[in-house]
């Protein structure tokens, strides 16, 4: 018996690929700060756009208690 519709089964791709497929296909770039594969330089350069971007996650966690 099936449980998924036809076209909806196969193998899931991990978030790795994703990511690659996302930065090759359309030039979205999805980085973790604490991405062990950068430096410390990298790391702080992500965490810095990614405050000027979206705000500073510090000051959210903050006013929420």
Known sequence: MR???RGYGGDRRSPEQ???EGWR???VLVIAENDERL???ERELVRQLGD???GDC???KEAQR
């Open 25 to 27: 296909e359309q030039r």
């Open 39 to 41: 430096t410390w330089p």
């Open 3 to 5: 449980w998924a519709p």
């Open 58 to 60: 510090t000051q959210r």
């Open 18 to 20: 994703v990511k690659q």
């Open 52 to 54: 000027k971007l979206y």
